[in-house]
Nanobody, 114 residues
């Protein structure tokens, strides 16, 4: 069993930065690939970035070069550093472990607006 809690969202101006954190509990966390997803109003939830247990990363084209995912298995933490934020990045961001049928956090709101 894995529980996930996201934090770090907020309101930021275009061009700004935020770092999202995902705190995990559960002894098996380190074996899971972890993904950050986002869901904008009226849209489907989509994968933004993912990291395997061996720290291989993958990004959606829309965030490549701006977002960086990382993990610290010893601390059971996963991070999403988001730079050069755009209004279209506005969404609720979710942390996931184990895929669609795995474990989800409650989400954290990111709003990019001037």
């Amino acid at each position: 069993q894995v529980q996930l809690v996201e934090s770090g969202g907020g309101l930021v101006q275009p061009g700004g930065s935020l770092r999202l954190s995902c705190a995990a509990s559960g002894s098996s966390f380190s074996i899971y690939a972890v993904g950050w997803y986002r869901q904008a109003p009226g849209k489907q939830r989509v994968l933004v970035a993912a990291i395997t247990s061996g720290s291989i990363t993958n990004y959606a084209d829309s965030v490549k070069g701006r977002f960086t995912i990382s993990r610290d298995n010893a601390k059971k933490m996963v991070y999403l550093q988001m730079n050069n934020l755009k209004p279209e990045d506005t969404a609720v961001y979710y942390c996931n472990a184990g895929g669609a049928k795995g474990y989800w956090g409650q989400g954290t709101q990111v709003t990019v607006s001037s």
